[in-house]
T-cell receptor, first 114, second 114 residues
Framework: AQKVTQAQTEISVVEKEDVTLDCVYE???????LFWYKQPPSGELVFLIR??????QNEISGRYSWNFQKSTSSFNFTITASQVVDSAVYFCALKETSGSRLTFGEGTQLTVNP | DTGVSQDPRHKITKRGQNVTFRCDPI?????LYWYRQTLGQGPEFLTY????????KSRLLSDRFSAERPKGSFSTLEIQRTEQGDSAMYLC????????????FGDGTRLSIL
């Protein structure tokens, strides 16, 4: 069965610091998709990125970057020069091609202090 | 493009009552999902529709829960004889067809059982 683990329950940083959120997953499928979502205090889950299991290229989008390593089953998310508006709960999720559901980790609460 | 819309945002009810939630997906999305999220946890999958067909249900979806999507557009989730343990945020998401498509979430309906 699929599983996503986000070992960091809470992280607190000072504005402008870089921060990395860890995600480790388990799946028996050879083809799958990984996602990161942001959930601000308002509650809506906001889609950030999708990564295919067969594409291990890292990706950068502005202050966000993602490091996918299939060998260690990890899909980590880095925010560079963090801002107060980055404060939210961040979820990593896995979708196997054999199913329709997203399996989420427990989330990491990120607090960026001014 | 309007996003996923859920109604109501909050529902407070007494134990034993029935409640019904509504979800309006993004208009061109043929797939619709329901998740439940309790405090401090990631969302958990409940059920999935492709057009009007309910194709997958989680074991979390007890006999007291029923979901419909009668015309392949909006969906309703009904909980009968509510229990304290039903208190949670109920999230709806929609997506285009295709296994890699990201799911886009609504703001959720927060259910509180007195």
């Amino acid at each position: 069965a699929q599983k996503v683990t986000q070992a960091q329950t809470e992280i607190s940083v000072v504005e402008k610091e870089d921060v990395t959120l860890d995600c480790v997953y388990e799946t028996r499928d050879t083809t799958y998709y990984l996602f990161w979502y942001k959930q601000p205090p308002s509650g809506e889950l906001v889609f950030l990125i999708r990564r295919n299991s067969f594409d291990e290229q890292n990706e950068i989008s502005g202050r966000y970057s993602w490091n996918f390593q299939k060998s260690t089953s990890s899909f980590n998310f880095t925010i560079t020069a963090s801002q107060v508006v980055d404060s939210a709960v961040y979820f990593c999720a896995l979708k196997e091609t054999s199913g329709s559901r997203l399996t989420f980790g427990e989330g990491t609460q990120l607090t960026v202090n001014p | 493009d309007t996003g996923v819309s859920q109604d109501p945002r909050h529902k407070i009810t007494k134990r034993g009552q029935n409640v019904t939630f509504r979800c309006d997906p993004i208009s061109e999305h043929n797939r619709l999902y329901w998740y439940r999220q309790t405090l401090g946890q990631g969302p958990e999958f409940l059920t999935y529709f492709q057009n009007e067909a309910q194709l997958e249900k989680s074991r979390l979806l007890s006999d007291r829960f029923s979901a419909e999507r009668p015309k392949g557009s909006f969906s309703t989730l009904e909980i009968q004889r509510t229990e304290q343990g039903d208190s949670a945020m109920y999230l709806c998401a929609s997506s285009l067809g295709g296994v890699a498509q990201p799911q886009h979430f609504g703001d959720g309906t927060r259910l509180s059982i007195l």
